[in-house]
C-alpha cells in the first residue's frame, strides 16, 4: 500500500504562484511514475504534469506548459507541483498519483483557487 497526501493548495490572485507538495509513505518500493491531476468542478478529472521514476521523464498538458514544473525529490519521497502564472481556470481540486506495478494510488487532494 502506498499512501499520498498532498499540501500546499490554496488561494492565489491570477498570476501569482503556489507550489504543491505530495508525500508518498508505506510499500514505495517500485513506483513507476507519478503525476498531478486535476477536477474543476462539473468537469472530469484532466492530467496535469507527470513523471517517471525511470528516466526522470516528463509530460504536461498543454494548458500549462511553460507555466507549471513537475519534480520529485526521491530522498523525501515527495513529488511536487511548481506552478508560475496562474490562471482562473487553473482553479481545481488537484491529485497526486502514484502508479506501482498494475495499481493506482490517489491522494485526497488538495484546492487551489486563483481569483482576485
Known amino acids: 500500500q502506498v499512501q499520498l497526501v498532498e499540501s500546499g493548495g490554496g488561494l492565489v490572485q491570477p498570476g501569482g504562484s503556489l507550489r504543491l507538495s505530495c508525500a508518498a509513505s508505506g510499500s514505495i518500493f517500485g513506483i513507476a511514475a507519478m503525476g498531478w491531476y486535476r477536477q474543476a468542478p462539473g468537469k472530469q478529472r484532466e492530467l496535469v504534469a507527470s513523471?517517471?521514476?525511470?528516466?526522470?521523464?516528463?509530460n504536461y498538458a498543454d494548458s500549462v506548459k511553460g507555466r507549471f514544473t513537475i519534480s520529485r525529490d526521491n530522498a523525501k519521497n515527495t513529488l511536487y507541483l511548481q506552478m508560475n502564472s496562474l490562471k482562473p481556470e487553473d482553479t481545481a481540486v488537484y491529485y497526486c498519483?502514484?502508479?506501482?506495478?498494475?495499481?493506482?494510488?490517489w491522494g485526497q487532494g488538495t484546492q487551489v483557487t486563483v481569483s482576485s
Open positions: 513523471t517517471t521514476t525511470i528516466g526522470g521523464s516528463t
Open positions: 498519483n502514484a502508479l506501482q506495478k498494475d495499481r493506482l494510488y
